[in-house]
Every structure is written in C-alpha cells, then in structure tokens.
C-alpha cells in the first residue's frame, strides 16, 4: 500500500492549505483514514480520521476549522485547512488502517508552516 501526500508549504497566519492522499488502493478497503502531524519537538498526534463509514472524528484543537473528505473514484482522502494558525506548524502524514491484522499505512508527509 501506498500512500501519496501533497499540497503543504508555506502559509500565512489565518490562510488555508487543501492536503490530498493518494491511495494505491481503493480507500474502501481501508477500514479508516485519517490525518497526523508531529510538530517540531513534538509527539505525532490525530488530526481527523473518517470511517469506512464516513463518520468523522477531529481533535479539539482543529475542529471548526479542517475538515476531512474523500473522493472514492480518486481514491483519494482530502484536508481541507482553514484559518491556519502557527501551532498548526507541522509534517502531516496521512495513515490508513485495516482492523484484519492490525495494519497501519503510512505516506512521506508533508510540511505545512504558517508563518507571517
């Protein structure tokens, strides 16, 4: 399984930032799918993740202002980023799960800085 992040980079405060993950294979295989990041000196935290479902869940700090999708044809989970902030300041990786096994994907990560 791969798993494909793009759309990081620089930002100011206040600005947004779309994130896409794509998938080698179909995201319905995925039990879930969700979003990380680690900060600088940080430990990796949850972002969002959705369900095969497509129940959503969003850490405290985030919620209101990203919000996560998919486009199932595009096999494709997406991170939609507004009102950025500097503590937003991160590498996100984008994780994919299966329950059968325990398995857990991971993609390279991407940089988002919000910086004025």
């Known amino acids: 399984v791969q798993l494909q992040a793009s759309g990081g980079g620089l930002v100011q405060p206040g600005g947004y930032l779309s994130l896409s993950c794509a998938a080698s294979?179909?995201?319905?295989?995925?039990?879930?799918m969700g979003w990380y990041r680690q900060g600088p000196g940080k430990q990796r935290e949850l972002v969002s993740t959705?369900?095969?479902?497509?129940?959503?869940n969003y850490a405290a700090s985030v919620k209101g202002r990203f919000t996560i999708s998919r486009d199932n044809a595009k096999n494709t989970l997406y991170l939609q980023m507004n009102s950025l902030r500097p503590e937003d300041t991160a590498v996100y990786y984008c994780?994919?799960?299966?329950?059968?096994?325990?398995?857990?994907?991971w993609g390279q990560g991407t940089q988002v800085t919000v910086s004025s």
């Open positions: 994780n994919a799960r299966r329950f059968a096994g325990d398995r857990n994907y």
């Open positions: 294979e179909r995201i319905f295989s995925f039990n879930a």
């Open positions: 959705m369900s095969i479902g497509g129940s959503t």
